[in-house]
T-cell receptor
Framework: EAGVTQFPSHSVIEKGQTVTLRCDPI?????LYWYRRVMGKEIKFLLH????????ESGMPNNRFLAERTGGTYSTLKVQPAELEDSGVYFC?????????????FGSGTRLTVV | AQSVTQLGSHVSVSEGALVLLRCNYS??????LFWYVQYPNQGLQLLLK??????LVKGINGFEAEFKKSETSFHLTKPSAHMSDAAEYFC??????????????FGTGTQLKVEL
């Protein structure tokens, strides 16, 4: 089965610009998660979708970040306007409903650099 | 609240030597614990998980971890390191999200270097 796909793999943008990251979960996985790792720090939870509904966005840093999941399939994470501190690796993960005893399947991440 | 502490951001071992990566956790609920590995230019891959069954958990690539409640630890070991084990390793503890999903709280990661 295809894994979790994220693109772009790398993005370099200037401060103030907008960037949109995309995640395609494993087909049939209703849970979709976004995480971020800022350089040198731990990987931190951003938000959780069940199908198209946001269930928990307690980890979103501020209102410059907007996540959507159209039709319960792929998800996008938009940063507008980007700031220097937004640089890091953004991971997406997915899992089936009810799989609470199991780990997620992660994508390879998008490395975002804001200059 | 859940938290994880990984001791040692960098660990270096010789090929064939024992690998020991340390993880201590704090959890307000019975913990579910995970080890993930990230190879260069790849995503996070699940190595193994503890979900309240056997305390000694075996994972992929010869890794295993032992859950010790009295020590609040979940250290990762491998008897004999291989060059291909060079990667970054993350310990994580599960929390419950309001929507019923899992929220993983990660440690800061340990970079494993394997030398000839």
């Amino acid at each position: 089965e295809a894994g979790v796909t994220q693109f772009p793999s790398h993005s370099v943008i200037e401060k103030g610009q907008t960037v949109t990251l995309r995640c395609d979960p494993i087909s049939g996985h209703d849970n979709l998660y976004w995480y971020r790792r800022v350089m040198g720090k731990e990987i931190k939870f951003l938000l959780h979708f069940v199908k198209e509904s946001k269930q928990d966005e307690s980890g979103m840093p501020n209102n410059r970040f907007l996540a959507e999941r159209t039709g319960g399939t792929y998800s996008t994470l938009k940063v507008q306007p980007a700031e220097l501190e937004d640089s890091g690796v953004y991971f997406c993960a997915s899992s089936p409903l009810g799989s609470y005893n199991y780990g997620y399947t992660f994508g390879s991440g998008t490395r975002l650099t804001v200059v | 609240a859940q938290s994880v502490t990984q001791l040692g951001s960098h660990v270096s071992v010789s090929e064939g030597a024992l690998v020991l990566l340390r993880c201590n956790y704090s959890s307000s609920v019975p913990p579910y614990l995970f080890w993930y590995v990230q190879y260069p230019n790849q995503g996070l891959q699940l190595l193994l998980k503890y979900t309240s069954a056997a305390t000694l958990v075996k994972g992929i690539n010869g890794f295993e971890a032992e859950f010790k409640k009295s020590e609040t630890s979940f250290h990762l070991t491998k008897p004999s390191a291989h060059m291909s084990d060079a990667a970054e390793y993350f310990c994580a503890v599960r929390g419950i999200l309001t929507g019923g999903g899992n929220k993983l709280t990660f440690g800061t990661g340990t970079q494993l270097k394997v030398e000839l």
